[in-house]
């Protein structure tokens, strides 16, 4: 659940074109030799798992749309999820050294006004179905069932950290006070 949270927030998007799809496939996914069954495509498996987070919580329709049952769109999101977080260090990286910190600040204010800084931060409410379990614990001042994501991203706009392991009833301050660095 934590994963997909994750790639919810990163890849919600409705609309691929199919170099991209075929990228994030051969980059994220091994390709599929097996052909027993009607066997997906790597290729395939990107675009069941990127409809399915166009349109989450549906897998049924999405089997539907893409003729496959809903246990496979399951599968798929479960494996694709996990094949993309196995590699988040290659791709979502904090700096962690005083040169690389040197850096960060020196492309932040040659892009904005704002001196001696490296990134911005905030955190945002992802939607989710009411665990059974601590479910009141997900429930947002708004009154809404959520995970509180916070992401952190550079000059560039790329992200350097992402935690989806808060429940919506937690405070952005709490959240930010738990981070590694901050001080």
């Known amino acids: 659940m934590k994963y ?19 990228y994030l496939a051969n980059i994220f996914l091994p390709e599929v030799n097996e052909t027993r069954g009607g066997a997906l495509t790597h290729i395939q498996q990107m675009e069941v798992f990127l409809r399915s987070l ?25 494996k694709v999820s996990h094949e993309i977080c196995s590699k988040k260090n290659q791709w979502v990286k904090f700096p962690a050294t005083g040169a ?7 492309e932040w204010a040659a892009h904005n006004t704002i001196p001696h800084v490296i990134g911005a931060i905030d955190c945002t409410h992802v ?12 429930i947002n001042r708004k009154g809404v069932s959520t995970i509180n994501v916070q992401a952190t991203c550079n000059s560039r706009e790329m992200f350097t950290s992402v935690d989806a392991s808060w429940r919506g009833s937690v405070h952005d301050s709490r959240i ?6 901050y001080v």
């Open 4 to 22: 997909l949270l994750i790639l919810q927030v990163l890849a919600f998007s409705t609309k691929f074109s199919r170099e991209n799809v075929s």
């Open 54 to 78: 166009g349109d989450p919580g549906f897998q049924l329709g999405v089997g539907l749309d893409v003729g496959i049952h809903q246990t496979t769109v399951s599968k798929i999101i479960d």
């Open 100 to 106: 690389m910190f040197n850096r960060a600040k020196d």
């Open 127 to 138: 939607k989710i179905i009411k665990p059974y379990v601590h479910g009141d614990e997900y």
């Open 176 to 181: 930010w006070s738990y981070l590694p660095y």
